[in-house]
């Protein structure tokens, strides 16, 4: 963060990145902490949503989302932040909206007994206590609970957002801190911490990265500021084969066949898919089912082929990727937002697999959008959402691309 500060000192980039205002140590009971103090901010665009004004009051059915005007500035400010990190040879790798922030206004002017946490029933936590019931010298009597600055947040026609949680962005700069940004010229070998429904083809199968995950991420942001809800649907999953199968499996049937290089990392791919790529099993593959055995031919595979679904008794201790119930008609849907039924609704075939990107995002894209916009908004969605990281472009080509001279989704008041 230090080594980004400095880069984006007296710069516009800087409009974009939250701002590292200090450092300090603090030795507790627990060892020595790194303490950072970072300028303030708002609510991240994950919670600012659910205050808006059009948002109120909550409705049973209704979807937050946010006006067409504001997702896209967020979307373009969120790519400039991108863009600005790139050049430097930064990835930022923990892409989503949980980590861009609102700005505040000058927080001198608000009297200081507004803005103190207090320390009242509401501001602490219940007593911590470990899960499996025995005592622990180590862990804290308590948590102080966040105080919320979104009245505070300045949502008006001028408002800025930044980037925040950049982890350790360079070697050496704040050292004990969890990387999560790295540097694209030496990118990490293990695991990182990106949200399970944001990663790539290439993290899901533990390939090689590079800052390309992060535009990835922009995509799959893309849909969810404009739509309300995730692209991939991989919520409740443990990080295990089943979650990675079904994801991989999800990004198929949006975006068409794996490249060979990531296929052939998917421990599982040839139990879903033939040799010429045909889909060949629909049911998702139980933790407890081992790979393919390579000796056997498809045709000697147990259960190589999609169900039979006249055969009821086959079937019925199967486990599908479960359709669910049709959704409304478009013109029943609220003004302000969608029904939100899940990711496997209103699907052409009875195994709850997904219509291509085009006509999913058709019959999902706002009221507001016409079509016309919406094949302008699916042309970015593919850019960045390119299978192979080699063909996703720059942030900086991103910023070229028609979306950004739309104007949608009503004037900003």
Not at 35 to 48: I, K
């Amino acid at each position: 963060m230090q080594h980004l500060n400095e880069l984006a000192a007296g710069t516009t980039a800087s409009h974009h990145l939250v701002a590292l205002l200090d450092q300090f140590y603090h030795q507790g009971p627990n060892g020595r902490h790194l303490c950072l103090v970072l300028e303030p901010m708002g609510p991240s665009v994950a919670a600012m949503v659910d205050e808006l004004p059009s948002n109120q009051p909550r409705r049973f059915g209704h979807t937050p989302t946010y006006p067409g005007w504001m997702a896209k500035r967020i979307l373009t400010q969120a790519l400039q932040g991108l863009k600005f990190m790139h050049q430097h040879g930064i990835a930022q790798a923990d892409f989503q909206q949980g980590n861009i922030l609102f700005s505040t206004p000058d927080l001198d002017s608000i009297p200081e007994e507004d803005l103190q946490q207090g320390m009242g029933r509401e501001s602490v936590s219940k007593p911590v206590r470990r899960r499996d019931g025995k005592g622990d010298r180590w862990a804290p009597r308590y948590l102080a609970n966040s105080k919320s600055l979104s009245k505070y947040a300045d949502i008006g026609p001028d408002f800025n957002i930044k980037l925040s949680d950049f982890g350790e962005a360079a070697p050496g700069l704040l050292t004990g801190v969890l990387a999560k940004a790295f540097n694209i010229s030496d990118p990490p070998k293990g695991n990182i911490n990106v949200p399970v429904g944001l990663r790539a083809p290439e993290l899901i199968v533990h390939g090689a990265i590079d800052e390309k995950i992060d535009i990835w991420s922009f995509g799959c942001l893309i849909f969810e500021l404009l739509v309300g809800h995730c692209l991939f649907s991989t919520e409740g999953y443990q990080m295990n084969q089943e979650c990675e199968d079904d994801h991989l499996l999800q990004i198929t049937e949006l975006l068409g066949d794996l490249p060979d290089k990531i296929f052939s990392r998917w421990s599982h791919g040839t139990l879903y898919f033939g040799p010429n790529r045909e889909r060949i099993r629909w049911e998702l593959m139980e933790e407890t089912e081992g790979p393919p055995d390579p000796s056997l031919q498809p045709d000697d595979q147990d259960d190589p082929a999609p169900w039979d679904i006249s055969d009821e008794e086959d079937d019925k201790d199967r486990k599908p990727r479960s359709p669910l119930p049709d959704s409304p008609p478009a013109e029943d849907l609220p003004e302000a937002g969608h029904f939100d039924f899940g990711v496997h609704d209103d699907l052409p075939n009875e195994f709850g697999a997904r219509p291509p990107l085009e006509e999913y995002f058709k019959t999902r894209k706002p009221k507001y959008m016409s079509d016309e916009e919406a094949s302008v908004v699916l042309s970015l969605l593919r850019q960045c959402l390119q299978l192979d990281s080699a063909d996703r472009p720059t942030a900086t080509q991103l910023l070229q691309h028609p979306f950004f001279s739309l104007e949608f989704g009503g004037a900003p008041k």
